[in-house]
């Protein structure tokens, strides 16, 4: 957990207790307000996760497809049910996916809204981008691939941002497609200058579409920050949220510009690699190492998925902190009959307190 002092303005001072999953927010409850002098501090907690909607889950929701009572005889969940009972446990403000099959959003905005445990009662808190569009034999079997995002509270007018073109080939199935890369962004209704965004840049370090053009994650990073700047710019506050596919921490400078202006609210746990976090992503999903060394840089697994806020709108006095949670490994495509890792990502959460007056 990392403060914030008067003193140093949005600078941080001092490091306190890890946030562990289920603790208790930093600086009062998520999604409280206090009252300053000239603006309104509200905390906020994010949920992310990447969950490889097609690439480990094959597009499934379970709506169909299946007989979902082989499921619950070999106690296997889908990818979704997972999901769903993280953010309900978390109390998570915000959330965001990335890999996200259209199937598998539609079924998690029902489950989010419905029951009596549900999460949220507003009925407008859902967004989603297409980054490949749905077409036979494609990806999440013909369904449209891509990022969105959630909020407790009634969203406003969302806007979706088009980065620079990936040009990237991938491989799925029988087939190859390019995905169009962008960043998703919805304002509270009830507080328009509060933001949240979701994005998933590259993977590719390549120079595309030749050997003179600049490096794709680079430019999409660039754009990332450019569009934020012009929130900052306005006045406005924002937390975004996504898989980077860039480390953060001095040793790896792809990040960099973005990063200034930011503060990553992983990056300050003493006991999980200061200025760089816990690992996010496994370098090898096929053979995860069953006992992690404590920093990501020296074991491998890459942290690349972030939580970013606007370092001059965390509030004076405050606190932020982020903690990641450990792969469900209980998710099934063949009905149950074998069980596997829900995803190749962990789940990130963060909670920071934001001026957003």
Avoid at 56 to 81: E, H, P, R, S, Y
Avoid at 108 to 126: H, N, P, Q, V
Avoid at 140 to 157: D, T
Avoid at 260 to 267: I, K
Wanted: with cysteine; hydrophobic share 40%.
């Amino acid at each position: 957990m990392r403060s914030i002092g008067r003193a140093a303005g949005a600078a941080a001072l001092a490091l306190a207790a890890v946030f562990a999953p289920g603790a208790a927010a930093p600086a009062g409850a998520a999604g409280t307000t206090t009252a300053t002098t000239a603006t309104t501090a509200t905390t906020y907690t994010v949920w992310h996760w990447n969950v490889a909607g097609h690439k480990i889950n094959k597009g499934l929701d379970g709506t169909g497809a299946v007989d979902q009572a082989a499921w619950k005889a070999n106690k296997a969940t889908w990818m979704v049910d997972e999901a769903v009972g993280s953010i309900k446990a978390q109390k998570a403000d915000f959330v965001s996916f990335n890999e996200i099959c259209r199937g598998q959003y539609e079924e998690i905005r029902g489950k989010l809204s419905d029951g009596e445990d549900k999460w949220t009662g507003a009925k407008s808190f859902a967004r989603f981008a297409t980054t490949v569009e749905a077409r036979p034999g494609g990806v999440c079997q013909g369904q449209a691939f891509g990022i969105a995002l959630f909020s407790k509270a009634e969203l406003g007018i969302s806007s979706t941002y088009d980065l620079p073109p990936d040009y990237t080939q991938a491989q799925v199935d029988a087939g190859t497609y390019t995905e169009d890369r962008k960043m998703l962004c919805a304002p509270l209704a009830a507080q328009e200058r509060m933001k949240f965004c979701t994005t998933h840049i590259t993977g590719s370090n390549e120079r595309l579409p030749d050997a003179t053009s600049p490096k794709i994650n680079g430019r999409q990073l660039n754009a990332v920050r450019d569009v934020l700047a012009g929130f900052a710019a306005a006045g406005e506050s924002y937390l975004v949220a996504g898989d980077f596919n860039a480390q953060p921490g001095p040793g790896f400078p792809r990040l960099a510009p973005l990063m200034a202006g930011h503060t990553e609210l992983d990056g300050a746990d003493p006991r999980h690699c200061p200025g760089y976090g816990e690992w996010t992503a496994l370098d090898d999903p096929a053979t995860p190492d069953p006992n992690p060394a404590p920093c990501a840089e020296n074991e491998g697994n890459p942290k690349i998925d972030l939580i970013l806020a606007r370092t001059d709108r965390l509030a004076e006095n405050s606190t932020y902190t982020a903690d990641t949670m450990a792969i469900p490994a209980r998710c099934s495509v063949d009905g149950g009959r074998t069980l596997r890792l829900c995803s190749d990502h962990r789940v990130l959460t963060g909670s920071a307190t934001l001026r957003t007056g």
